[in-house]
C-alpha cells in the first residue's frame, strides 16, 4: 500500500522539506576546494541539529554519517571522510532529516572550479530529468510514467539512468512505498494519488549505467570510472499537481 498523507500531514511535511531547504542552500555555499567531505558531513549535521532535527541516514541500516558525499564516479551513498575536494571535482550530496516524524530527502550536484563542458552538460540533463519526472507526479498519472519522463530525457542527451538504485515514497519513514525507478513503461504501474509523497531522484551516467559497491559496502561507484550526477527533490501529490517540498 502507498501511503496517503492527509492535509495536517502535508503541512508537517512542508515545514521539514522548507528546513531541509534551508539547510542545503547552507552547504552548498560552503562546498568548495579544499573543504573535505567531512568536514560538509560536521556542519550538515550541526545545522540538522539547530534546527531542532534529526540526521534521517545516520545509524539508518549502519550508515556512519548525516549525509552521503559522492565525488565524481562515485553515484550515491559515498561516506564522508578526510579527502579533500578539489578544482574540477563533482561532488553529489544526500541528505534527509526527521523533523517531528515527518521526513524529507534531497540531493544536489555541484561542480568545483572549472570542469569539463560534457561534465557540466551531465549535470543539467541529471537536474533536467528530475523535473521531467516530477512533471508527471499528477493524479491519476500512472507511476512509471514518472520513470519514463525521467529515462526518455537521460538516453536521448546520450547519458545513461542507473538501475541498482531507485526512488521511493517518503512522509512517516525515510523510505517507503513504492520503490521509483528512473526507468520504465510509460502509463504503467500504480495510479498516482492525491496525498502520495514521493522522493524521486535521478541517478544519471556519463558511461554505462553499471555500478558497483565499494569495499565499505556503501559506495557506489560507476562500474567504467565515468562521472556521475544526483538530484532529488520530495514532493507531493496535490489537486493542483506536483507541489516541491524541498525547495
Known amino acids: 500500500m502507498i501511503p496517503i498523507k492527509s492535509e495536517r500531514d502535508l503541512q508537517g511535511l512542508r515545514v521539514s522539506g522548507k528546513l531541509l531547504a534551508k539547510i542545503m542552500r547552507s552547504l552548498q555555499l560552503f562546498i568548495r576546494p579544499g573543504v573535505?567531505?567531512?568536514q560538509i558531513n560536521v556542519l550538515a549535521e550541526e545545522l540538522i541539529l539547530k534546527e531542532k532535527a534529526l540526521p534521517a541516514f545516520k545509524g539508518y541500516n549502519g550508515f556512519p554519517a548525516a549525509i552521503c558525499t559522492s565525488v565524481n564516479e562515485e553515484i550515491v551513498h559515498g561516506i564522508p571522510g578526510?579527502?579533500?575536494l578539489e578544482d574540477g571535482d563533482i561532488i553529489g550530496v544526500d541528505l534527509g532529516i526527521n523533523y517531528g516524524?515527518?521526513?524529507?530527502?534531497?540531493?544536489?550536484?555541484?561542480?568545483?572550479?572549472?570542469i569539463k563542458p560534457e561534465v557540466?552538460?551531465?549535470i543539467e540533463v541529471t537536474r533536467q530529468a528530475l523535473e521531467e519526472g516530477i512533471r508527471e507526479?499528477?493524479?491519476?498519472?500512472?507511476?512509471?510514467?514518472?520513470?519514463?519522463?525521467?529515462?526518455?530525457h537521460v538516453?536521448?542527451?546520450g547519458f545513461s539512468v542507473v538501475r541498482q538504485f531507485v526512488g521511493h515514497g517518503i512522509g512517516f519513514k525515510l523510505h517507503e512505498e513504492p520503490e521509483i525507478p528512473n526507468f520504465g513503461e510509460s502509463n504503467s504501474g500504480p495510479a498516482i494519488k492525491?496525498?502520495?509523497?514521493?522522493?524521486?531522484?535521478?541517478?544519471v551516467n556519463m558511461g554505462t549505467w553499471e555500478s558497483r559497491?565499494?569495499?565499505?559496502?556503501?559506495?557506489?561507484v560507476t562500474k567504467d570510472g565515468f562521472p556521475s550526477a544526483h538530484f532529488e527533490h520530495t514532493v507531493a501529490v496535490t489537486g493542483q499537481g506536483p507541489e516541491i517540498l524541498t525547495l
Open 194 to 203: 492525491t496525498g502520495m509523497v514521493f522522493a524521486i531522484e535521478p541517478m
Open 155 to 157: 538516453e536521448k542527451n
Open 101 to 114: 516524524g515527518y521526513f524529507a530527502d534531497a540531493a544536489f550536484t555541484l561542480a568545483l572550479g572549472k
Open 36 to 38: 573535505s567531505t567531512g
Open 120 to 122: 557540466q552538460r551531465l
Open 213 to 220: 559497491i565499494l569495499d565499505n559496502g556503501w559506495t557506489a
Open 137 to 152: 507526479a499528477r493524479p491519476e498519472n500512472k507511476l512509471y510514467t514518472i520513470s519514463h519522463n525521467i529515462q526518455s
Open 82 to 84: 578526510d579527502r579533500a
